[in-house]
Every structure is written in structure tokens, then in C-alpha cells.
């Protein structure tokens, strides 16, 4: 009779945890704790059941009674890891965190020989972040004991974490060489190889994973992630729906299943998915940060709206009461600048940042670059030794940057990110210095209540009308807030392509959330009245053939044939992709949403660039641009403007040629190329600001 009722009991109690596991994986941790609770009632002396009631207790932010859990789970097996890792995130959320980390310490003192202890020790500082102190521990463990795969798996990662990225692939590809089907292992080592920038490797990785452990969500989300990465939309989009079917409730997964639909030029369906999900998560942070952005892409999204969202984004996520300042408040003194980006590498950012971090009057200023993301390359290494003082950011809680750019004492902190990926903006919610600035990477507001000030000009910011739609206050620089720079070994300018081809080529190297069917229409209406021209457009999303037939038929419904046009991959290297320009006759801009990179690219290598301006910001760069290089003819104000702009350009070929072959010489009178000058109008907007900040101007 006993038997039978303990057997009864067991099978309920697993019963009890899978349907926990099961209400956890789709977003109902609520529920789950339930089931849970009910599996360790029923079989107390189950680890996997009183570890995930501590996991689930963790999740929901009740940390005494998870300090309780654990304790017990930790009895029941006082050497297993995921129990230490646990409870180091319980301490965590109690804000002991100093204190369980004493207690590694002087337990590992007292017991050096004791591996396993060391081997707990690393995963714990691994998972509170101290993975400096992680390695030396996870090392000896495995010295001792070379066959411990978790020690592997621990030194791994916290190698990782620390940036020696070879010698954790290596480390990972030995573990996996005596135990080929460990997805943990091939996990990892998909996230390494995909921080070394072997992306490919990466994807076939995460897709062994996949293969060999099918429910390893964290594999399939990474692999859709790549694949998106790699323009292979179509794939991404069926591994996110294979993903939402065995986790409806995943926000991070239902964000990148939006996400996959503005890249597949699906924008008014991406917006939709983004309303509903906020409809049930107000409070998602990301989720509401994206759609902000996507509402930006969107035609029919009016400026109010636009405004309101990311206006909710700052008061939801980014409003912290103000701390006070020590900084001197002396009006002239030598100032201490810091700028704030996820972007320091081989990126479009990184083209108009440099010729300003150049030329800073190093006696004025002292220039500090907070580096917030994770990829570092040559670019990264010339602007780290074109700055005073290089700080990484990367591992950092918004706590830890806050006071490190305190400590540094900085007077003004520049965002040049926005709502862009791996953005900071709630840690300058925090206001870690006393004048806050945004600039060069977004084009609408932050909606960042402590962002005083927000860099652009007339032309983007008409005055009294763009004011309203701003939480920062807007300073117009008079010439223009974009100075570029070409990327090294830029191609020669190629001789013009129609007088070989006997046709204009008009194009655009923009993406899928940019082109929607509307601009389409327009497009269609320019190739329309200049019955003998092409269309070349070029974007990573072309790797994929849906993607390229979608736009092929959109093209077709609007009377263009696929001959004309030309849907090209992405390429591989900077200077391979400016050699395409060699093929465009005259780029056409993008809206709503309008180029800044693209053109600046498109003028430097000698094609002209015609644009429409509409109301809202992101598509009024092309129109500052433009005017800052004196060419605002090219700027239409309707549809009908720009396609007769268009057209009557690539009827005038000799006006083509001359525009080819005189481009960069007439750019280099301009103040788009006018580094030096563009920093010192920089320069008196942060002067100013400074004043009224120590006059106690708001």
C-alpha cells in the first residue's frame, strides 16, 4: 500500500514539474510557481523540483522565500552547480551580493584543495560578473580534476566574458570533441564564435544544437537571430514561429518576430504585432522601445503619434529623480565631454563621430568614449587612440557606468545612439552628468526626461513646429549636423554607367523596413516616365528569395517588368559595397524614413541623390544633407516633384557627367567635409550649454 501511494506520488509530482516547466516557458511563471510548489510537496526529495520552485521564485522577485528553497535544494546536494548559481542570483536580488561572495572567499581559503568547492566558487563569480576571479578558480578545478565538463563549460564562459574568445572556442571545442552530442557546450560555443565574428560558423553551431537537442529554445533563438543578421528573413520568420509555438509567452521572441517582419518589408504587420504585445506588456521596455522605432518607418504614423511613443518610453523607463553635482560650475574651464555608443567599430556612426573626435580642441575639451558594445575592431582601435580616455561599458550595469562616469567627473554626456540596438538611454535616465546631449544616431526624440538637449538644424527641426514633438531641447546648428568622413581605401569614382549601358540606372541601398509599398509606388512612377531605365537595389534581405519575389511583384502591380530591375545581396566589405555604386547612374532616397549613410555615400562616389521631404524628422536628413552640400535642388517637397526631378535628371547626361566627375571636389568645399569648422560649432553648442547650466538655466 505504501509503495503504491509513494509511486502514485512520484508520478504526480513529475506530472506537477513538467507542466511547471511547461507554464514557465510560456511567460506564466505565476502558474508555474504553483506547479511547482506541488511537485516538492509531493517528492521533497526531487533537486529538480526544488531548484526550479528556487528558479521560479527568483523570476518573481521573491527572494526571501527563494533563499529558503535553495537552502534546501543546497542540502540535498551540496556540490551541484546550477544550486550555487542559483542562489548567487537570489543574494543577488537581496543585495547580498558582497556577502556570498565573501563566503566563496574564505571558503576556497580555507579549503584550497578542494575542487569542487572551486569549480561552485567560478560559476558563482561567472554569474554575479566577477569573472576575472571566475578563471583562476575554474583553471584550478580543472587541473585537479581535467575530466569535470562543468568546469569546462565555467572557465569557458567566463573566459568569454573577459575577452580571450580563442582560447574558450578552444576549450569548448575540446569538450565537445569527447562528448560531440553536449548542446550546452555547442551553445557556448555558438555565442563565441559569433562574438569572433565567424558568423557563419556561428549559424551551423546553433543548428548542430538544434539538431541534436530540438527543445534547446536559446539555440533556435540565437540561430533566428543570425539568420536575420544574414538576410535570410524567410528562415528567421520559421524558426521564430517554431519557437512562439512551444513559448507563445517569450517577449524577447515575440519582439524578434516583429522585428522579422519590418525585414521583410512587412511594416504595417510589424507595427500591429508591436501594439498588440504592448496591449499585454506595457511595462516591456524593448518592446515599446521598437515600436517606437518602427513607428517611424511607418507612412501612415502620424508625428503625434511618433512622438507619444517614445514621449512613454522615457516616462515608463528612463524618469529617475536628478542626483545632485559636484562638477565646477566655472563657465570656461576646460570641459570634460563623454560620448556614449554601442558603435565604435566598422559602422555608419563611426563615419561622422571620427572627424569630430579629430578635431576637438584638446585644450577645451577633455574627450572621453564609453564604448557600450561588444564588438572591437581596427575602427574601434583608431578611435580609442583618437580619444583621451577609453572606457568599455559593455559589462557594466547601468549602476556601474553611472558611477564610473561620475568618477570621471564628466560635464556633458553625449548619446549618439538613440533607440537604436544596445542603446544606454536608461542609464542616461540616471543622469550621470550634469548636461546631457543626443546626436547623430537617431533621428526622433529619446523621450528621455534628463536628455536636456538634442543636436540638429533648421532643415530637420523647422523652428517653431518641431519643438513640440521633442523632449530635448533642440539645438540647430547653423550649418548642418552631419560631417563626414569616407571610410578608408574608398574606391576610385567609376566612370559613368549610362554611357556604356545606353540607359540610366536609378537605385537605392536601403532595406525592406525601409521600402514599403508606397514608396514603391513612387519609385514605379519615376521608372514609368523614363520608360528605358533600370532600378538596382541592393540589401542584405535579398539573400532571400521571398523576399526578392515580394518586391518583384510589388514592382510588377505597379507596371514595372523584373527585367528592370536588378535585386542585388549585400556585400561583404565596406569597399566592395561603395564599388556598387559604379553600376547607379542617380540614387533615390527612401521615405519616410530617408538615408543619412547612404547618401553621404552616394555623393562621395560621384552619384546624385534626389529625396522627398516630408513632416517628420527621419525623412529630413536627406534634406539637410543636401542643403549642406548645395544642392537643394534635388530636394522635392511631393511625389510629383520628386519624379519629375528624377526623370529630367537622367535626361540631362551631360549634367550626370559632370556631376560624376566633379563630386568630391565640389564635397570638399562644403561643410559636410568641413571637419575642423564642424567642431567648432560643435564645440560653442556645448559652451553654451555648459553657461546656462552654471548660471542655473534649465
Not at 621 to 626: D, N, P, R, Y
Request: aromatic fraction near 8%; glycine fraction near 8%; hydrophobic fraction near 40%.
Amino acid at each position: 500500500m505504501d509503495f503504491k501511494d509513494d509511486s502514485k506520488n512520484s508520478t504526480a509530482a513529475s506530472l506537477a514539474n513538467r507542466r511547471g516547466v511547461a507554464n514557465c516557458q510560456a511567460g506564466d511563471i505565476a502558474e508555474g510557481l504553483e506547479r511547482f510548489k506541488e511537485a516538492v510537496r509531493l517528492a521533497p526529495e526531487i533537486l529538480e523540483y526544488g531548484l526550479n520552485l528556487g528558479r521560479a521564485l527568483n523570476q518573481l522577485g521573491l527572494w526571501h522565500e527563494a533563499e529558503r528553497v535553495l537552502t534546501e535544494a543546497h542540502s540535498l546536494a551540496p556540490g551541484d552547480t546550477t544550486v550555487h548559481t542559483a542562489i548567487a542570483r537570489t543574494y543577488q536580488g537581496l543585495g547580498k551580493t558582497d556577502e556570498l561572495l565573501g563566503r566563496y572567499r574564505r571558503a576556497v581559503a580555507e579549503r584550497p584543495d578542494d575542487a569542487v568547492l572551486k569549480r561552485n566558487a567560478a560559476a558563482v563569480f561567472l554569474q554575479l560578473g566577477r569573472c576575472e576571479e571566475a578563471v583562476p578558480l575554474a583553471r584550478a578545478t580543472l587541473a585537479a580534476t581535467p575530466k569535470d565538463e562543468q568546469a569546462s563549460l565555467i572557465l569557458a564562459s567566463s573566459l568569454a566574458a573577459v575577452g580571450q574568445l580563442e582560447e574558450s572556442e578552444q576549450i569548448l571545442l575540446d569538450v565537445l570533441a569527447i562528448t560531440p552530442l553536449n548542446a550546452q557546450a555547442g551553445f557556448q560555443l555558438g555565442i563565441v564564435r559569433s562574438r569572433r565574428g565567424n558568423h557563419e560558423a556561428a549559424a551551423s553551431t546553433f543548428e548542430m544544437v538544434v539538431r541534436i537537442a530540438p527543445d534547446h529554445v536559446e539555440a533556435m533563438h540565437r540561430l533566428a537571430g543570425m539568420r536575420l543578421n544574414m538576410g535570410r528573413v524567410s528562415e528567421a520568420i520559421s524558426l521564430l514561429r517554431r519557437l512562439l509555438d512551444s513559448r507563445p509567452g517569450w517577449a524577447e521572441a515575440r519582439r524578434d518576430f516583429a522585428t522579422a517582419l519590418a525585414h521583410r518589408g512587412s511594416i504595417k504587420e510589424s507595427a500591429g504585432r508591436y501594439r498588440s504585445d504592448l496591449a499585454l506588456r506595457p511595462d516591456d521596455k524593448e518592446m515599446l522601445g521598437e515600436f517606437a522605432f518602427i513607428l517611424s518607418l511607418l507612412p501612415s504614423a502620424t508625428r503625434r503619434e511618433i512622438f507619444e511613443a517614445h514621449a512613454e518610453w522615457g516616462r515608463r523607463h528612463a524618469s529617475f529623480p536628478p542626483p545632485a553635482y559636484s562638477n565646477p560650475a566655472d563657465p570656461e574651464r576646460r570641459l570634460k565631454v563623454g560620448y556614449v555608443s554601442p558603435d565604435f567599430r566598422e559602422h555608419s556612426v563611426s563615419y561622422f563621430f571620427e572627424p569630430l573626435l579629430n578635431s576637438h580642441d584638446r585644450g577645451a575639451f577633455e574627450i572621453f568614449c564609453y564604448a557600450s558594445g561588444s564588438h572591437f575592431d581596427s575602427t574601434s582601435e583608431r578611435l580609442r587612440k583618437a580619444s583621451d580616455h577609453w572606457r568599455s561599458l559593455d559589462r557594466c550595469s547601468d549602476d556601474e557606468a553611472f558611477s564610473l562616469i561620475r568618477n570621471d567627473g564628466i560635464d556633458i554626456l553625449v548619446d549618439l545612439a538613440g533607440h537604436t540596438a544596445s542603446n544606454r538611454l536608461t542609464l542616461f535616465g540616471r543622469a550621470p552628468a550634469p548636461v546631457q546631449v543626443t546626436w547623430l544616431g537617431y533621428p526622433e526624440t529619446t523621450g528621455v526626461p534628463a536628455i536636456g538637449y538634442k543636436i540638429t538644424d533648421a532643415i530637420v527641426s523647422p523652428i517653431d513646429d518641431a519643438d513640440r514633438y521633442a523632449t530635448e531641447t533642440l539645438l540647430r546648428l547653423p550649418r548642418g549636423f552631419h560631417c563626414y568622413r569616407p571610410p578608408p581605401n574608398c574606391p576610385d569614382v567609376a566612370p559613368l554607367p549610362c554611357l556604356s549601358a545606353n540607359h540610366v540606372t536609378y537605385g537605392s541601398f536601403s532595406g525592406p523596413p525601409k521600402m514599403n509599398p508606397e514608396l514603391i509606388g513612387i519609385w514605379s512612377a519615376v521608372l514609368r516616365a523614363v520608360p528605358d531605365a533600370r532600378m538596382l537595389i541592393k540589401c542584405r534581405q535579398f539573400a532571400d528569395e521571398p523576399v526578392r519575389d515580394k518586391y518583384t511583384a510589388i514592382f510588377g502591380a505597379a507596371g514595372i517588368s523584373p527585367e528592370r530591375l536588378t535585386l542585388m545581396e549585400f556585400s561583404a566589405t565596406a569597399s566592395a559595397h561603395l564599388m556598387q555604386y559604379a553600376a547607379m547612374d542617380i540614387c533615390l532616397d527612401t521615405y519616410p524614413y530617408g538615408g543619412t549613410t547612404t547618401i553621404c555615400e552616394a555623393l562621395w562616389m560621384g552619384v546624385p541623390v534626389v529625396t522627398l521631404m516630408g513632416e517628420r524628422p527621419a525623412s529630413r536628413i536627406g534634406g539637410s544633407l543636401l542643403h549642406e552640400v548645395g544642392m537643394p535642388e534635388m530636394i522635392a517637397s511631393n511625389a510629383d516633384e520628386f519624379v519629375t526631378i528624377a526623370s529630367e535628371l537622367a535626361r540631362d547626361v551631360g549634367r550626370l557627367r559632370k556631376l560624376r566627375t566633379g563630386m568630391r571636389d565640389h564635397l570638399d568645399g562644403t561643410p559636410l567635409r568641413d571637419e575642423r569648422g564642424f567642431a567648432k560649432e560643435i564645440e560653442r553648442a556645448y559652451r553654451d550649454i555648459w553657461r546656462h547650466w552654471c548660471m542655473g538655466i534649465p
